[in-house]
């Protein structure tokens, strides 16, 4: 029971970790943003470029708004990781704008975009790695594939390359940049994905090997 109640104990922490992870990715790259940033991004920035709040709450609204489509879709109420996913990136994304000073030549932008495309895919290596419920835009992806008919790739495509175009013609950063991390954020988060496993799996079967001494029953010696 102890050790089934530790091993929840340690996804849940990997989970939680690894979405503030790929919050902070984001928000680097929305500081380098003279490349452009993420798809989803995009949008979200483009719509508080023109209706206020924030960039995190855009991305709660969004995710909000999806997860409410593909729970009457499919029938079903949302996972509880799909529900922190939408909260806490949003929640983080906003903190770590907050904190963050945007760079001031392009050379840095350059570098502070590509730190934040890496630690994206770390990110979300971490958080999946776990498996505690999809977020709500892969969610989407897969309700798009069930409707349509559609492969999965064709579906995340279509997808990612429809709320691009809407958040350009919101006025949001679309770049080369924007064109990268969708082509290449799936290719990266397939090395660091299985690195996050063999992680996950390394620190369960220590916190295995620790139970098994604090309950080895203890020998009494008569020099003792």
């Given at each position: 029971?102890?050790?089934?109640?530790?091993?929840?104990?340690?996804?849940?922490?990997?989970?939680?970790?690894?979405?503030?992870?790929?919050?902070?990715?984001?928000?680097?790259?929305?500081?380098?943003?003279?490349?452009?940033?993420?798809?989803?991004?995009?949008?979200?920035?483009?719509?508080?470029?023109?209706?206020?709040?924030?960039?995190?709450?855009?991305?709660?609204?969004?995710?909000?708004?999806?997860?409410?489509?593909?729970?009457?879709?499919?029938?079903?109420?949302?996972?509880?990781?799909?529900?922190?996913?939408?909260?806490?990136?949003?929640?983080?994304i906003d903190i770590f704008n907050w904190m963050l000073v945007e760079p001031e030549t392009l050379a840095m932008q350059i570098t502070v975009f590509a730190l934040g495309t890496l630690i994206m895919a770390f990110g979300i290596g971490i958080y999946v790695a776990p498996d505690l419920g999809a977020g709500p835009r892969d969610s989407f992806m897969l309700m798009l594939?069930?409707?349509?008919?559609?492969?999965?790739?064709?579906?995340?495509?279509?997808?990612?390359?429809?709320?691009?175009?809407?958040?350009?013609?919101?006025?949001?950063?679309?770049?080369?940049?924007?064109?990268?991390?969708?082509?290449?954020?799936?290719?990266?988060?397939?090395?660091?994905?299985?690195?996050?496993?063999?992680?996950?799996?390394?620190?369960?079967?220590?916190?295995?090997?620790?139970?098994?001494?604090?309950?080895?029953?203890?020998?009494?010696?008569?020099?003792?």
């Amino acid at each position: 029971m102890r050790k089934t109640m530790d091993n929840k104990k340690l996804r849940w922490s990997f989970f939680t970790i690894g979405l503030i992870i790929l919050a902070f990715g984001i928000s680097l790259t929305i500081q380098g943003r003279a490349l452009g940033i993420g798809p989803w991004d995009v949008f979200h920035y483009g719509l508080y470029e023109q209706l206020g709040l924030t960039i995190g709450s855009w991305s709660i609204i969004a995710g909000i708004t999806i997860v409410v489509a593909t729970s009457i879709f499919y029938r079903q109420l949302p996972k509880l990781g799909t529900i922190l996913n939408m909260i806490l990136i949003g929640v983080f994304i906003d903190i770590f704008n907050w904190m963050l000073v945007e760079p001031e030549t392009l050379a840095m932008q350059i570098t502070v975009f590509a730190l934040g495309t890496l630690i994206m895919a770390f990110g979300i290596g971490i958080y999946v790695a776990p498996d505690l419920g999809a977020g709500p835009r892969d969610s989407f992806m897969l309700m798009l594939s069930d409707v349509l008919g559609w492969k999965i790739s064709t579906s995340r495509n279509v997808m990612e390359v429809s709320v691009a175009v809407l958040g350009w013609l919101l006025q949001g950063p679309v770049g080369v940049g924007t064109v990268f991390i969708a082509l290449m954020l799936g290719t990266m988060v397939g090395y660091s994905l299985p690195m996050a496993k063999r992680l996950l799996k390394f620190f369960m079967k220590k916190g295995e090997k620790n139970e098994n001494i604090d309950q080895r029953t203890l020998r009494s010696y008569d020099n003792d």
